[in-house]
């Protein structure tokens, strides 16, 4: 059974910064990525990564935010620098296979102070 445990979310002023984690199990992924949704709002994608290590950001967070991975644990992380009230919301972790199949975490909440 694949599982993703995200860890790293809390509460932090304005400028601070978080590291996220999700560590997936069971098994190998084409793509892991970061979503994020507050209240009122979609969902919508953070930033992602391919099985080769191409990455991708949403415009709101080119330059403050970076995903990479672990492939040998397949853990996906998310460095999260100059943080802002906006990026208020609850991050969840993404991961699809090769064949298409698409698992998502619980989420992690993250709360940023003004």
């Known amino acids: 059974q694949v599982q993703l445990v995200e860890s790293g979310g809390g509460l932090v002023q304005a400028g601070g910064s978080l590291r996220l984690s999700c560590a997936a199990s069971g098994s190998i992924f084409r793509i892991m990525a970061w979503y994020r949704q507050a209240p009122g709002k979609q969902r919508e994608l953070v930033a992602d990564?391919?099985?080769?290590?191409?990455?991708n950001y949403a415009d709101s967070v080119k330059g403050r935010f970076t995903i990479s991975k672990d492939n040998a644990k397949n853990t996906v992380y998310l460095q999260m620098n100059s943080l802002k009230p906006e990026d208020t919301a609850v991050y969840y972790c993404y991961a699809q296979r090769v064949l298409g199949t698409v698992y998502w975490g619980k989420g992690t909440l993250v709360t940023v102070s003004s």
């Open positions: 990564i391919t099985s080769g290590g191409s990455t």
